[in-house]
């Protein structure tokens, strides 16, 4: 039995290692995949394979169709819309993700673009603190709840608009709850996204919503950069020189606005909130885990595509 790692971007070396321990542990052997050139090889390398774990990697129709021995992909990570989930449940492939595992280090990396931003890039001049500052948590998840506690070491203000999750759940954190995303752009001079992207989200950060953020406007984006709407993004960094933007997730449009606005907006040269030893280990040893579990017992935790 073999299951495929294929990571373009590849987890550090002591989560491969660990993720080979699961394997052999089992008798499953471990096939890497890592920073392949195109889809080509990994249409390739997916060919024999019964478990597939993967990162942002784009797993389609086309893989499933080239796969036809696949019975698992796991996302190692959260976001899982990088997976044709209706290719996968017709070809009755069961898909997973791992919530929670890398939630720190991208909670981590808000705070550290965000400390860049307030500090001016480090260039010299004065910059500005988090304490007392009022700080808006789009979707309480994993990461949001990790944001959340950071913040409050920092002294900050804690807001949270998320209506799937009960009130009393950011209440116990010591977070205010909102009733709506308007307040809480309203609410707040800092605004972390944490929604995944679907169809409800996509490009729902809008002018309408951003234009109602308080001055000296950050938001910051760790999430997925199809949420937002990136003509309006523009439109608001035009409108205000007071509105600031940074993003572990590159717009489509991330040199024009570096162009046309400096150092009032920061994009991470590539998605890095996840990539720490810490997060690679537990998320790639999680999949490995599922991976085996469902191919030797059918467990199933975890599933996506239900
Ligand atoms: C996730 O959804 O888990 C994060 O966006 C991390 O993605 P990555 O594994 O591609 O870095």
Request: aromatic share 8%; hydrophobic share 45%; charged share 25%.
């Amino acid at each position: 039995m073999k299951v495929l790692v294929a990571t373009e971007k590849p987890f550090a070396a002591v989560a491969v290692n660990g993720i080979k321990e699961v394997l052999d542990n089992a008798g499953v052997e471990m096939v890497l995949l890592e920073k392949y050139p195109d889809k080509a090889a990994l249409l390739k390398a997916v060919e024999d394979v019964e478990g597939l774990i993967v990162r942002s990697d784009i797993v389609d129709a086309e893989v499933f169709d080239t796969a036809p021995k696949l019975k698992i992909v796991v996302r190692a990570g959260a976001g899982y819309d990088n997976i044709d989930l209706n290719a996968a449940t017709a070809k009755g492939v069961c898909v997973m993700n791992t919530p929670g595992q890398n939630s720190n280090a991208v909670a981590e990396l808000v705070f550290g673009m965000t400390i860049l931003m307030i500090r001016n890039h480090f260039n010299g001049t004065s910059g500005t603190e988090l304490k007392g500052k009022k700080l808006g948590i789009h979707a309480y998840g994993q990461v949001g709840r990790n944001v959340a506690r950071i913040a409050k070491g920092f002294d900050m203000e804690v807001y949270a608009f998320d209506p799937y999750c009960p009130d009393d759940v950011m209440k116990k954190d010591g977070v205010t709850p909102v009733a709506s995303a308007e307040e809480l752009y309203k609410t707040c001079q800092f605004v972390s996204l944490h929604i995944p992207a679907t169809a409800e989200t996509k490009q729902s950060i809008n002018y309408s919503l951003l234009s109602l953020m308080p001055k000296g406007a950050l938001l910051i984006n760790t999430a997925r950069k199809e949420v937002i709407y990136e003509e309006d993004l523009a439109r608001i960094l035009e409108e205000r020189t007071d509105f600031h933007y940074v993003a572990d997730v590159a717009p489509t449009i991330a040199d024009t606005l570096k162009e046309k606005f400096g150092n009032r907006v920061f994009f991470t040269p590539k998605k890095m909130g996840a990539q720490t030893a810490e997060a690679n280990i537990n998320a790639g040893i999680a999949a490995a885990r599922q991976s085996v579990g469902y191919l030797k017992d059918g467990i199933d935790k975890f599933r996506v595509n239900k």
